[in-house]
């Protein structure tokens, strides 16, 4: 693991916990100085367009592991694998407006083809709601993901918890259908 990578490690998760973080206190997550920070990042855009980066790839490779042959079991195990990786999705998610959206968001769809193909089809297939436009159901896994994320990490509930509740809402939706509210 180079040094970036351990900043990178550090710093995404600190980063989702702390919004507003400065360099300084990102340095200290990470264990290093400001200036041992700044000699290995030029400038703070270089530092989250590699971090960006690092995330993708991170998240590229653990979805590439998904080898169910099933389109809903391949669909599921890649929101169980987005949860375990959940600060990478909150971070490209809700940092990607202030570096470069659109390329990033281009790069997540070229890289993360095999996943957001099997989303696509899913919802082609009628196994997600129809009802809501796909692009909207994307957002809405990667903001239950990160926030699957954070109560992982605030231990307020365990990974596994954490996937039944998601998979629970991706299934039967927020608002449970009764006769008072159809």
């Given amino acids: 693991m180079t040094n970036q990578e351990k900043v990178f490690k550090a ?5 989702v916990m702390n919004p507003t973080a400065s360099i300084e206190a990102i340095a200290a997550s ?4 400001k200036a041992t920070f700044h000699r290995t990042f030029e400038s703070r855009d270089v530092f989250f367009n590699q971090m960006a980066d690092y995330a993708i790839e991170t ?5 590439d592991q998904n080898t169910f042959s099933a389109l809903e079991s391949r669909v599921l195990h890649a929101v169980e694998i987005l949860v375990a ?10 940092f990607s407006h202030e570096h470069n959206f659109d390329t990033l968001n281009q790069k997540l769809r070229h890289e993360l083809a095999l996943y957001y193909k099997d989303i696509e089809q899913a919802y082609d297939q009628g196994v997600l709601n129809q009802e809501v436009p796909l692009v909207m159901l994307e957002d809405a896994i990667h903001a239950l993901v990160s926030n699957a994320w954070v109560q992982v990490h605030m231990q307020n509930v365990t990974y596994k918890q954490a996937f039944s509740a998601i998979k629970a809402i ?3 939706g ?4 009764t006769d008072h509210n159809k």
């Fill in 11 to 15: 710093a995404i998760p600190y980063l």
């Fill in 30 to 33: 990470a264990s290093i100085s």
């Fill in 59 to 63: 998240l590229k490779y653990a979805l």
């Fill in 85 to 94: 990786h959940g600060d990478k999705v909150s971070f490209l998610y809700n």
């Fill in 170 to 172: 991706m299934y039967g």
């Fill in 174 to 177: 927020i608002v449970h259908e």
